[in-house]
């Protein structure tokens, strides 16, 4: 068995013990405190409401616009990769019906983009799905998520710096032609080659991005723009060229699939990766003016945009060359060379150069973005929550993320550690869709507060704090109702009208909870079934269909009863609504999960380890440290009369 299908139970186990403790009425205090430690979950937007309001050196610049989210998603998304990649699926995967399988990754990347558009309006605040998991699943998933988010855009950067050196050396004339001092060169007597331009690089992105968010994004724009430019002209002149001489790449006897259906999506498999980057966009939350509009907007255009991109240049380079004689290092360059446009190359190697620079600042912006809501959270030291008043970025975070990547593309080659950047995305994706269920089925009943207000608040008159009842305070569990919880309308019976079934608050949300961890099971069931072929075909096809009927079940349940009319209120509102829930969560569910599963042994092997260092970390540091160590929990409808009497705003 794979280091991915020994991983992806345990993640898949600490969202079960949420479910569990969210139901669990009886039981020993000292036997749930630990898993109460990993499901606790903070408040809706706790590090921005009026309760830190004093701290405005935590506070970010509310600057962006709906266009800088343009240019930061855009640009954090079209890669060099497109430069490339294109010819490899092509000559291995999808053949002609390249730009079908762009389609296919365009779409399921968008399941997930719904979610993100979702849940990023709903909760306008830095972190990302580290702040979404923690508000929806709990601390120990959240940790696990801004944990694994640390080493995508750690890695993802220092990658990409690598990357440009090459392409700017094409631009020269090659790379003897680059100054020394920018040249690559070997260590005499290690096999280590530094790459000083790419050390350079990472330097001058993090000085720009210490300068000032909107000034930042508005550079990114400018770059953006010019690798655009540079992909429309492949589109307009290859357009020319195919219509010149009759799209030879299509007429080949082999039709449009030579490789199949299965060619297809195996393609979309491999590209779906092309489009990671969108999310950048929901790290920013909190810089934006207009949250509940601009940020739906912007995930969603950005993506489009994209998706449109990739697939005119796929019908393209395919129209002007055979997939089969495409070159794998460089296609677009090598099919305009065999029409006699070999000055392309150099204009090819320009939006190359422009592409990764665009995504180096895509992959340094979010990381000090993620430092910063885990530090304010208690989980990470209070340094990395330090935003520069006259800036009003996270400037310490900034420099040591730039750093710690300058340092990694400048002594090592991290090209066999980029798989590793796949993992922390798509582990966030899935978060992300199955916190979109927990906020429509069973969203958070109980606010946290801090403890030193629960003397005043176990005397106030309108508080029942009978001797017999007991809060669960931080790390403990109560054994029996929690405090300040009066019973109201919420517990009567409420009628289904399309079953006729009678079922109470309590009761759905049980049944809602459990339906949401058997769909998590039956998808991880039904993605190791279908990647593990070398099982016997026996226990391959049991595996699939008991993971096929937990999916269905829970998909059935969650289809028959109402949504919890909690959602409304929770959060921000007026923002954008999820579409198909729950169908189109669990479809985003099963797709990433069937993609983290087909990850290879070598890149889980690696990632287990950067995850257990990060373990120790949580036990030793994030848990004692946590802002909910000593919290206790009141039920949501007494809050607000709670920070009446106390005076305590709990926004």
């Not at 490339?84 to 995967?93: D, F, K, P, W």
């Not at 779906?272 to 909190?286: K, N, P, Q």
């Not at 993320?401 to 966030?428: E, I, N, P, W, Y």
């Given at each position: 068995?794979?280091?991915?299908?020994?991983?992806?139970?345990?993640?898949?186990?600490?969202?079960?013990?949420?479910?569990?403790?969210?139901?669990?009425?009886?039981?020993?205090?000292?036997?749930?405190?630990?898993?109460?430690?990993?499901?606790?979950?903070?408040?809706?937007?706790?590090?921005?409401?009026?309760?830190?309001?004093?701290?405005?050196?935590?506070?970010?610049?509310?600057?962006?616009?709906?266009?800088?989210?343009?240019?930061?998603?855009?640009?954090?998304?079209?890669?060099?990769?497109?430069?490339?990649?294109?010819?490899?699926?092509?000559?291995?995967?999808?053949?002609?019906?390249?730009?079908?399988?762009?389609?296919?990754?365009?779409?399921?990347?968008?399941?997930?983009?719904?979610?993100?558009?979702?849940?990023?309006?709903?909760?306008?605040?830095?972190?990302?799905?580290?702040?979404?998991?923690?508000?929806?699943?709990?601390?120990?998933?959240?940790?696990?998520?801004?944990?694994?988010?640390?080493?995508?855009?750690?890695?993802?950067?220092?990658?990409?710096?690598?990357?440009?050196?090459?392409?700017?050396?094409?631009?020269?004339?090659?790379?003897?032609?680059?100054?020394?001092?920018?040249?690559?060169?070997?260590?005499?007597?290690?096999?280590?080659?530094?790459?000083?331009?790419?050390?350079?690089?990472?330097?001058?992105?993090?000085?720009?991005?210490?300068?000032?968010?909107?000034?930042?994004?508005?550079?990114?724009?400018?770059?953006?723009?010019?690798?655009?430019?540079?992909?429309?002209?492949?589109?307009?002149?290859?357009?020319?060229?195919?219509?010149?001489?009759?799209?030879?790449?299509?007429?080949?006897?082999?039709?449009?699939?030579?490789?199949?259906?299965?060619?297809?999506?195996?393609?979309?498999?491999?590209?779906?990766?092309?489009?990671?980057?969108?999310?950048?966009?929901?790290?920013?939350?909190?810089?934006?003016?207009?949250?509940?509009?601009?940020?739906?907007?912007?995930?969603?255009?950005?993506?489009?945009?994209?998706?449109?991109?990739?697939?005119?240049?796929?019908?393209?380079?395919?129209?002007?060359?055979?997939?089969?004689?495409?070159?794998?290092?460089?296609?677009?360059?090598?099919?305009?060379?065999?029409?006699?446009?070999?000055?392309?190359?150099?204009?090819?190697?320009?939006?190359?150069?422009?592409?990764?620079?665009?995504?180096?600042?895509?992959?340094?912006?979010?990381?000090?973005?993620?430092?910063?809501?885990?530090?304010?959270?208690?989980?990470?030291?209070?340094?990395?929550?330090?935003?520069?008043?006259?800036?009003?970025?996270?400037?310490?975070?900034?420099?040591?993320?730039?750093?710690?990547?300058?340092?990694?593309?400048?002594?090592?080659d991290v090209s066999q550690l980029a798989g590793m950047v796949s993992v922390g995305t798509l582990v966030a994706f899935t978060m992300v869709a199955i916190s979109v269920l927990i906020l429509r089925y069973v969203p958070p009943d109980e606010v946290p507060l801090p403890s030193s207000l629960q003397e005043r608040i176990c005397s106030a008159p309108f508080l029942r704090c009978a001797e017999n009842s007991s809060s669960h305070?931080?790390?403990?569990?109560?054994?029996?109702?929690?405090?300040?919880?009066?019973?109201?309308?919420?517990?009567?019976?409420?009628?289904?009208?399309?079953?006729?079934?009678?079922?109470?608050?309590?009761?759905?949300?049980?049944?809602?909870?459990?339906?949401?961890?058997?769909?998590?099971?039956?998808?991880?069931?039904?993605?190791?079934?279908?990647?593990?072929?070398?099982?016997?075909?026996?226990?391959?096809?049991?595996?699939?269909?008991?993971?096929?009927?937990?999916?269905?079940?829970?998909?059935?349940?969650?289809?028959?009863?109402?949504?919890?009319?909690?959602?409304?209120?929770?959060?921000?509102?007026?923002?954008?609504?999820?579409?198909?829930?729950?169908?189109l969560p669990i479809l985003c569910i099963l797709i990433n999960m069937y993609l983290l599963v087909n990850l290879g042994a070598g890149t889980w092997a690696r990632v287990s380890v950067w995850l257990f260092i990060g373990v120790l970390v949580y036990v030793f540091y994030g848990r004692r440290h946590s802002s909910l160590a000593n919290a206790f929990y009141v039920t949501t409808a007494h809050a607000d009369e709670i920070g009446r009497s106390s005076g305590y705003s709990l926004a």
């Amino acid at each position: 068995m794979s280091s991915a299908r020994k991983y992806l139970p345990s993640v898949v186990l600490v969202i079960t013990m949420g479910f569990m403790v969210d139901t669990q009425k009886e039981g020993g205090e000292h036997q749930w405190s630990c898993i109460r430690n990993l499901v606790r979950r903070k408040q809706v937007d706790s590090s921005n409401g009026k309760a830190e309001s004093h701290h405005n050196h935590h506070q970010l610049a509310k600057a962006l616009t709906f266009p800088h989210l343009i240019a930061v998603g855009v640009g954090s998304t079209i890669g060099a990769g497109v430069y490339i990649l294109v010819g490899t699926v092509a000559r291995e995967h999808s053949g002609p019906a390249l730009a079908f399988s762009f389609l296919i990754a365009g779409v399921s990347a968008a399941l997930s983009a719904f979610c993100y558009a979702e849940l990023s309006s709903r909760f306008p605040s830095a972190g990302s799905a580290y702040h979404y998991s923690y508000i929806c699943i709990g601390e120990g998933v959240a940790w696990l998520i801004g944990w694994a988010l640390i080493l995508e855009y750690t890695i993802g950067g220092s990658t990409v710096a690598r990357g440009i050196s090459p392409n700017l050396a094409m631009i020269f004339g090659g790379e003897d032609c680059l100054p020394a001092i920018l040249a690559r060169h070997q260590i005499p007597g290690l096999d280590i080659v530094v790459d000083p331009c790419a050390a350079v690089l990472v330097f001058t992105v993090t000085g720009l991005l210490c300068i000032g968010v909107k000034e930042s994004t508005f550079a990114q724009g400018i770059i953006t723009t010019v690798n655009v430019f540079v992909m429309i002209f492949v589109i307009v002149a290859g357009s020319y060229l195919c219509f010149k001489t009759g799209w030879a790449g299509y007429q080949l006897p082999s039709g449009y699939f030579p490789y199949g259906v299965d060619g297809m999506l195996a393609g979309s498999a491999t590209v779906f990766f092309a489009y990671i980057g969108f999310d950048s966009v929901a790290s920013m939350a909190e810089e934006v003016k207009n949250p509940q509009r601009d940020l739906p907007l912007g995930i969603g255009l950005s993506l489009l945009l994209c998706c449109l991109l990739y697939m005119m240049v796929s019908v393209v380079i395919v129209g002007l060359v055979p997939y089969y004689a495409m070159d794998p290092d460089t296609p677009i360059s090598s099919a305009f060379a065999t029409h006699g446009i070999q000055w392309a190359a150099y204009l090819i190697a320009l939006g190359a150069v422009m592409a990764l620079c665009s995504t180096l600042m895509g992959s340094i912006l979010p990381q000090p973005r993620i430092l910063m809501a885990m530090a304010r959270d208690g989980l990470l030291p209070s340094f990395f929550s330090d935003v520069n008043q006259r800036t009003q970025v996270p400037v310490k975070g900034t420099i040591s993320t730039g750093f710690c990547a300058a340092l990694l593309a400048f002594f090592m080659d991290v090209s066999q550690l980029a798989g590793m950047v796949s993992v922390g995305t798509l582990v966030a994706f899935t978060m992300v869709a199955i916190s979109v269920l927990i906020l429509r089925y069973v969203p958070p009943d109980e606010v946290p507060l801090p403890s030193s207000l629960q003397e005043r608040i176990c005397s106030a008159p309108f508080l029942r704090c009978a001797e017999n009842s007991s809060s669960h305070v931080g790390t403990s569990f109560s054994t029996k109702q929690p405090l300040l919880c009066e019973p109201d309308d919420s517990t009567v019976e409420k009628k289904d009208a399309r079953w006729g079934w009678v079922l109470s608050k309590e009761n759905r949300r049980k049944f809602a909870g459990w339906s949401i961890m058997f769909i998590c099971i039956g998808n991880f069931l039904i993605s190791y079934a279908a990647s593990s072929l070398l099982l016997p075909g026996l226990l391959r096809y049991s595996l699939c269909g008991v993971g096929g009927l937990l999916l269905l079940s829970g998909l059935i349940v969650l289809s028959c009863i109402d949504q919890d009319d909690a959602r409304h209120s929770f959060g921000h509102s007026g923002g954008f609504i999820c579409p198909l829930v729950p169908l189109l969560p669990i479809l985003c569910i099963l797709i990433n999960m069937y993609l983290l599963v087909n990850l290879g042994a070598g890149t889980w092997a690696r990632v287990s380890v950067w995850l257990f260092i990060g373990v120790l970390v949580y036990v030793f540091y994030g848990r004692r440290h946590s802002s909910l160590a000593n919290a206790f929990y009141v039920t949501t409808a007494h809050a607000d009369e709670i920070g009446r009497s106390s005076g305590y705003s709990l926004a």
